[in-house]
């Protein structure tokens, strides 16, 4: 009976201890239910937004990072004494205390003060772009590294990078050419005028560096959200200011103004910009004289405005005009070798006057329907009206030099051994819109980010061509009639045929969609953290009624090691979808079967992140195969580039790089970056035809050849410096070298272009800074910073090649005459910021 009696309390006891912990364990859920919210913006002195700054609870396990625009949002406990901790690398942390009632919405403006004032930070980046296959550039470096092209300039030094043409903003990535990279502003892809041939004509790039708050490069094995380029992806986001603000820059190659504000609200803001450039000056640095005329024009504005918490509506404007006039006047060029040393001289007639006009317009709606969906709906808008007009008439003289060492008369010309001429004409017109309509969804749930969206497409293109060339060699025309049109060539075959001949009169309308669904998902192992991503893109044109389905995978893994390193692999389908130029043969027909260039591509990759002298840095290395079918072969000269509108290749890309970047000088970030790749093509029946003297003839399949991008090494650095205690004085210098092009389709390794290299500096004096106030009466008392800055561009004056006129002496022996880039210029600039 006692035992029973015994029994029953231990059961009671055990029943009270449930109880009691359950009621615990509901007391602490309604306790910790009663929540606030702490959300705001993070900003430097400057007014521009941090990614990825840290945002935690002192004490607890509380914590988020800011995106892009500097926004973040925290839900912390109400009623409680906390400290909201706010970092970023390089800057001075800051601390809030706080006690908010349940329910209650606390918003906070954050500046962060560098801790070096006069210094960048150091991109090391964060975890998740680390395990992401991106790469985060601090656009601050878009404003000092000496540049003729434009921001693009910025990613020219980066291992998968390659460009050999300072006067274009264009540029090739991992083998690939310039059709092959996307652009995107604020999730509206960027395109850009279709008939440039050269990079006098090409003006800006549409990438205003004033505007800029972020920006994101990934040269391959990107996520299904951006598209289907088979080569990289830049992603540029616009700022949202918080205060008036602005900037003047001008230098002799032309002025920009920048104005960014709110209103009295907060509710209105906008970022706008107008830029003018010219290159006239650089331009008579080249071997072509005459009377150069470029003149370029933009305007960009990037507006919001707040119409609740949860709905805001924008519009990103771009209005662009470019003329390009050209009065050839002479050339003389030297080249060759000690054994045979040549001269060409040549003098002109006629005139050249093109005319690029570019307008983008698009309106962005973004819902937040909670904390976890977030609904964008884009309408957009592109026109381009292009002129392009030329009638010149080139007659040469070849000679050759005296090449005897030790003679008088050494470098001379001591014989002629060809005459002739040339005459280039050309009306081509093009008026082309593209109008878009797209839906992006986000979706986040517990640990996985789900993204969506849907684009529709309408394109039409009005192009009239009406080109042709005559080559007159030592009295004979080169070439044959050239018309793809019979009822074209002459009834009288005695008239003399023409080198090449386009006329055409296209009118093409088409309609695109495109769809994509992907998930990211996060993992915290004991071991190690793992970032998993997979998705779909959905592709169907109507010009040639193609459905595509591109796969993509990419994993990221961060082992729990006393190392930080992180280890990436991607992997998908690439298929790119063909816009207007590829669709053209070379005889001018329209190709309706026509097939999206596709691209299979595997990367490996790793991310070092470690300290040196104390300070930090960060090596990068990338390993990569790209299997390329359906391909388009094509040729480029400078940077035209013209298809055979043709599927009739397949080929390759491989290739390993390499980046180390971080704190070489003390607080500033500076970069050295290699890559070594290869990249061949096999074009169907490419053939050549051996003659022998006893009149037997040999035919010869190329198989693999070396595709026009295929350049082999890249080395670049971009390095910044200053003087100690005197910081104020700072230089920049930035170092490309690419071994060169093929010249032509062969199965021999030459010949190639030289190799391409080019140093260009950049010294600064700070003027003014934000700290240091100036008397009542000084004009530049109310700009924040004012900069003065020497370049010089090309320092060491080296002629790097763009291409080649060939011409022929009396033997009919022919000669490829270089045409070389811009010579050393010395360029003045001032930037004052308000």
Known sequence: MQHKVIENDRYFMELKRIVVFICIFLTS???????????GYVYDN????????????SGLKIGTASDNTGY????????KNLIIEISYLGYEPENYEINLKPDQIRELKIVLKESVNFLPETNIGSTSDRLGNINRINPEISLKIPTIGGFEDILKSLPSVSSNNELSSQYNVRGGNFDENLIFVNDVEILRPILIRSGQQEGMSFINSDMVSSVIFSAGGFESKYGDKMSSVLDIKYRKPTEFGGSVTASLLGSNIHLEGTSKNHLFKYNTGFRYKTTR???SSMDMKGKYDPSYLDFQTYLSYDFSEKFELSFLGNISKNKYSFIPDDRETSWGTLNEALKIMMYFEGQEKDKFNNMTGAFTGNYKVSKNLELKFITSAYYTQEEETFDILGQYFLNELDKQLGSDNMGDSVANIGIGSYLEHARNYLDGYVLSFKHIGDYKIENHNILWGVQYNYETFDYSVHEWNMIDSAGYSLGSYGYSDENLIPANREIVPLFMTDIAKIDIVSNRINAFVQDSYMIDLKKCDLSIGGGLRFNYWDFNNEFLVSPRLNLGIKPDWEKDIVFRFSSGLYHQTPFFKEIRRLDGTLNYDIKSQSSYQIVLGSDYVFKAWNRP??????VYYKYLYNLIPYDVDNVRIRYYGENMATGYSTGIEAKINGEFVPGTESWFSVAVMQTMEDIENDFYVNKYADGSTDTVYLGLIPRPTDQRVNFGIFFQDYIPKHETWQAYISILFGTGLPVEKTDKPYPR?????????????QLKSSERSLPEGNPFRFFKDIWLSLEVFNLLDINNEISYTYVTDIRGWEYGVPNYLTGRRINLKIIAKF
């Not at 400057?46 to 609870?57: G, T, W």
């Not at 973040?72 to 009623?79: N, S």
């Open 29 to 39: 859920i309604v306790v910790f239910s009663q929540t606030a919210v702490v959300r």
């Open 46 to 57: 400057n007014s521009k937004p941090f990614h990825f700054a840290n945002i935690s609870v």
């Open 72 to 79: 973040f949002e925290l839900v912390v406990p109400a009623e």
């Open 281 to 283: 000056y650089v331009l």
């Open 617 to 622: 840095f960060k090596l990068v290395t990338e």
């Open 753 to 765: 272009f030289k190799p391409y290299r080019r140093v260009d500096l950049g010294i600064s004096k």
